[in-house]
Nanobody, 126 residues
Framework: QVQLVESGGGSVQSGGSLRLSCAAS??????????MGWFRQAPGKEREGVAA???????IYEESVKGRFTISKDNAKSTLYLQMDSLKSEDTGMYFC??????????????????WGQGTQVTVSS
């Protein structure tokens, strides 16, 4: 198991930036071996994958955030980040980080992760 706590959400204007963090603790496996992802959920919509990073550092992004969002992982600090630039109103939602020590296909799917944080709210106003 692993405990995940997100932070860094807030309210920004369109075009602004935010950096989300996800601190991991109480994990049984080596943190560097975790596969991790960021998801978001807007009101009335399903949770969707935004970005993911494999244990070997390879990253993947959902099409709408490519070139604007950057996922990274600091293994020494057991922390996952999501740098969000050029934010748009459609980026508004609750952002969750997720982790698993086992690889599953489609790292941007909810089903690929067993462990989830409680989320941090991001609101982008136009």
């Amino acid at each position: 198991q692993v405990q995940l706590v997100e932070s860094g959400g807030g309210s920004v204007q369109s075009g602004g930036s935010l950096r989300l963090s996800c601190a991991a603790s109480k994990y049984e496996y080596t943190y560097s071996r975790f596969y991790m992802g960021w998801f978001r959920q807007a009101p009335g919509k399903e949770r969707e994958g935004v970005a993911a990073i494999r244990s070997d550092g390879v990253t993947i992004y959902e099409e709408s955030v490519k070139g604007r969002f950057t996922i990274s992982k600091d293994n020494a600090k057991s922390t996952l980040y999501l740098q969000m630039d050029s934010l748009k109103s459609e980026d508004t939602g609750m952002y969750f980080c997720a982790a698993d020590n086992l690889f599953k296909n489609n790292q941007l799917s909810v089903g690929a992760y067993r462990y989830w944080g409680q989320g941090t709210q991001v609101t982008v106003s136009s």
